[in-house]
């Protein structure tokens, strides 16, 4: 098992890493008081609610669960409600824990549900995807989609307690698992050149589930993640710098509509086209241009952008994208291989030139 820490002063918390932790003895010690709220899921409730009940003795705790139905499409307001209900129904205290077993999706509303239930109750986080492990069980950011926007409506809200067990990923279909390894290459692209090597090497054993280097990948990602987060936990700053190609794929998500494209596969080609743009502004050589798309192939992500979508409709979507709504359009782009700028200064005709090589190449 790893272990891990994120920063944050008097809101510090440590990651889990490892194998078979989902009914270990870790979970405990990050439990307030007696009651203990599990939110999860319909697709993962069968699969590992059961295990994790199995960590929660009835002797030493009152156990409630709030299984949410599965999907992107319902996250938002009124599944949030279903959180609130359960724990209103049963008069669960400021004193209580509530546990996000599942994907982001799950790990998003529970956040959100403990930020605000009674001003603010305990939360750990439970993930269950490689692209919640890695990237959005980590750093607080919790919430729920509005019909006018993705992750409109939510709070910064640090849980006391991250534990991934990387066996779940067994289940994991391939297209999600793809989707989680995209936002891993991100790290290696902003941050960490020497992961991003290590990935050209094994890729194919974290695309054929291999424990060890599924393990490796949670933890060196969480690594980049946590120590990010330290430095700004609010995204004042650097932290703008983990959305690489993130500006490219919600315009890409926002067109095809939500749930065709799964957001890692949109973070994808966008980061190509952020790589793409920053060879064309003369900050990273060709060769790093095909070295991503030669990983994120043998990663079955999606490389190019939709053919249908224009670079008007590109520019109009990345406008109201919502980092971009305090002022002008900031990409994030490479300096080079392992560090990242977020800029507001970039050729508008490279960028032009950069979409419409995205749909050609
Ligand atoms: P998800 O939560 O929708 O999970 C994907 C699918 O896999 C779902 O159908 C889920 O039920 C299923 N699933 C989960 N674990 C499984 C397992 N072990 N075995 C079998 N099936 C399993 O999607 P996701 O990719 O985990 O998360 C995407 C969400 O995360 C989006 O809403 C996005 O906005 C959010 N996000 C948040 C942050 C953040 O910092 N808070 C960062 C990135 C993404
Ligand atoms: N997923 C980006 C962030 O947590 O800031």
Known sequence: MNSLQVELEERSYPIYIGEGLLCSEHLKPHIHGRQVCIVTNDTI???????????????????????????????????????????????????????????????DMAGFAAACYQRGVNFIQVPTTLLSMVDSSVGGKTGVNHALGKNMIGAFYQPQAVLADVSVLRSLPERELAAGVAEVIKYGLICDASFFLWLEENIDKVMAKEAEALAYCVVRSCESKAKVVAQDEREGGI??????????GHAIE?????????????????????????????????????????????ANLPT??????????????????????????????????????????????????????????
């Open 45 to 107: 409730a069968p699969l590992y609610l059961q295990g994790l009940l199995d960590a929660l003795p009835g002797e030493d705790f009152r156990v409630e669960t709030v299984v949410l139905p599965d999907g992107e499409k319902h996250k938002n307001l009124e599944t949030l409600n279903l959180i609130f209900d359960g724990l209103l129904q049963a008069r669960f205290n400021r004193q209580c824990t509530l546990i996000a077993l599942g994907g982001g999706v799950v790990g």
């Open 254 to 298: 926002t067109a095809q509509g939500y749930g065709n494209w799964l957001h890692g596969e949109a973070v994808a080609a966008g980061m190509m086209m952020a790589v793409d743009l920053s060879h064309r502004m003369g900050n990273v050589p060709v060769s790093l241009v095909e070295r991503t798309r030669n990983l994120l192939q043998a």
């Open 304 to 361: 190019q952008s939709p053919s249908g979508m224009t670079n008007e409709e590109f520019l109009e979507l990345m406008a109201v994208d919502k980092k971009a709504m305090d002022g002008g359009l900031r990409l994030v782009l490479l300096e080079e291989l392992g560090r990242a700028i977020v800029t507001a200064d970039f050729d508008a005709q490279l960028l032009e030139q950069t979409l419409t090589h995205s749909r050609s190449t």
């Open 239 to 248: 932290r703008a710098i983990l959305n690489l190609g993130h500006t490219f």
